[in-house]
């Protein structure tokens, strides 16, 4: 395996791929945001190493030992290297340590997000610019910071893959978190264009509610989970990440070549169809008007 710096040189890499069977069988992935088992990117790196992938975590700060834990509840117990992304010394020193574990890196799962509390839950009118930069630069800008940080070991045809909320609409309660995660597109959008060259795909999956630990601390969350609750075409387990680490894995495999800018949705198909009133577009034969 060769591994092209940014500025187009080629090395080795230290360490040879995983000879396993799997969707992802030999992959080297960096997976950010394992919190807790409840975490979107807890189910993305289980799956990944179900499917043959090679694993390297981050975490910092005080979640760190809350990561570690985690990790151990894997199929494997990964390596968890520290990043903030909102730290110019973690990013700078990212590209060593993940080298140093894993010699290069055929994909990168980006499932970070954080707005503070004034941000959200409906204070949108009055939410000030230093709460509003805070959700920007963690859950939108550094989205194109961990590409760059890790750009010097993905070789060409790599896989990146970050987790979305549809930001085509406004969202009870999401407010500046929902602005952030249409900055978060447009970022992908264009690390889409600037990577095409190498063949870097940059995509996103759009995932319904989820009852993570960043999701119930949304004030309001209830009235998200309501809606995921009743409303898609196909129902969805707000309890479940599996679907929408599986759209991940498929992401990350060599499956979808020519995909990139995308925003592929993990969402019971609700973006697609017109939200009614009642609980149900469509009453089951059987026991309707009662399941409406
Ligand atoms: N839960 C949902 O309903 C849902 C739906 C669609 C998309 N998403 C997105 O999925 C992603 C993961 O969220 P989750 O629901 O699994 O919640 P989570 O709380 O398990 O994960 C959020 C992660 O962000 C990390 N993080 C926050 N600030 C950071 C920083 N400065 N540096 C590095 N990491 C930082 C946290 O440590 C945590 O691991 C987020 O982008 C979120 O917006 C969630």
């Known amino acids: 395996m060769t591994v092209h710096t940014v500025a187009g040189s080629v090395a080795e890499s230290a360490v040879p791929a995983t000879g396993r069977s799997g969707l992802l069988a030999g992959k080297r992935l960096l997976v950010t945001g ?3 088992k409840s975490s979107i990117a807890y189910h993305v790196a289980q799956i990944a190493q179900q499917e043959g992938a090679q694993l390297v975590l981050t975490s910092f700060g005080r979640a760190m030992p809350i990561t570690e834990a985690t990790a151990r509840e894997l199929p494997q117990r990964p390596p968890v290297l520290r990043l903030d992304v909102t730290s110019s010394e973690d990013l700078a ?4 340590a ?12 980006h499932s970070i997000a954080f ?13 000030p610019w230093p709460d509003v930069a805070t959700a920007l630069e963690i859950s939108a800008y550094s989205f194109k910071a961990l590409v760059t940080a890790c750009l010097p070991l993905m070789p060409d045809g790599a896989s990146v893959v970050g987790l979305d909320f549809d930001a085509g609409q406004a969202w009870p309660s999401y407010d500046w978190m929902g602005v952030s995660k249409a900055a978060l597109e447009a970022v992908t959008r264009y690390l889409a264009l600037y990577l095409g ?4 795909r940059v995509n996103l999956v ?5 009852r993570s630990l960043a999701a119930r601390s949304i004030p309001g969350s209830a009235r998200l989970e309501e809606i995921w609750r009743t409303k898609p075409p196909i129902a969805w387990d707000v309890n479940d990440p599996g679907p929408t680490a ?6 990350l495999s060599d499956w979808l070549p020519s995909t990139t800018g995308e925003i592929l949705h993990a969402d019971g198909g609700l973006h697609a169809v017109v939200v009614l009133t009642g609980a149900r577009a469509i009453r089951c034969p059987s026991c309707a008007p009662s399941c409406a």
């Open 93 to 96: 020193g990212l590209a060593d």
């Open 197 to 200: 060259e190498r063949r870097i």
């Open 98 to 109: 993940v080298h140093g574990e894993l010699g290069a890196l055929d994909g990168i799962v």
């Open 246 to 251: 599986k759209a991940c894995a498929v992401l």
């Open 206 to 210: 759009a995932a319904g509610f989820l």
């Open 34 to 36: 394992v919190l807790t």
């Open 115 to 127: 707005a503070p509390q004034g941000a959200l839950g409906g204070a949108f009118l009055d939410t």
